[in-house]
C-alpha cells in the first residue's frame, strides 16, 4: 500500500503561483510514475502532468508552458509549480501514483483562482 499526502493548495490571483506537493509513503518501488489530476465541478477527472522515477515528464497541453513537475526520489516526493495561473485552473488537485496495474490517490487539495 501507498499512502500520499498532498499540501499548497489555496486561493490565489489570476495570474499569481502556487507549488503542490505531494509526499508518498509505504510500499514504494523505485520504478513508478507520479502524477497530478484535476477535476473541476461537473468535469471530470483529467490529468495535468506526470513524471517517470527517470524523469521523463507529461503535460496536458492547456498547462504547457505555465506548469512544471519535479520529483525528489530520496524523498519520494512530487510537486507542481504552478505559473500564470488562470481561472480556469480552479479544481480539486489530486496526486496518484501509479507502478503497473497499481494506482493510489491522495485525498485532493483545492486550488482556487479568483480575484
Known amino acids: 500500500q501507498v499512502q500520499l499526502v498532498e499540501s499548497g493548495g489555496g486561493l490565489v490571483q489570476p495570474g499569481g503561483s502556487l507549488r503542490l506537493s505531494c509526499a508518498a509513503s509505504?510500499?514504494?518501488?523505485?520504478?513508478?510514475?507520479m502524477g497530478w489530476y484535476r477535476q473541476a465541478p461537473g468535469k471530470e477527472r483529467e490529468l495535468v502532468a506526470s513524471i517517470t522515477s527517470g524523469g521523463n515528464t507529461n503535460y496536458a497541453d492547456s498547462v504547457k508552458g505555465r506548469f512544471t513537475i519535479s520529483r525528489d526520489n530520496a524523498k519520494n516526493t512530487a510537486y507542481l509549480q504552478m505559473n500564470s495561473l488562470k481561472p480556469e485552473d480552479t479544481a480539486v488537485y489530486y496526486c496518484?501514483?501509479?507502478?503497473?496495474?497499481?494506482?493510489?490517490w491522495g485525498q485532493g487539495t483545492q486550488v482556487t483562482v479568483s480575484s
Open positions: 496518484n501514483y501509479r507502478r503497473l496495474s497499481y494506482n493510489a
Open positions: 509505504g510500499s514504494i518501488f523505485s520504478v513508478n510514475t
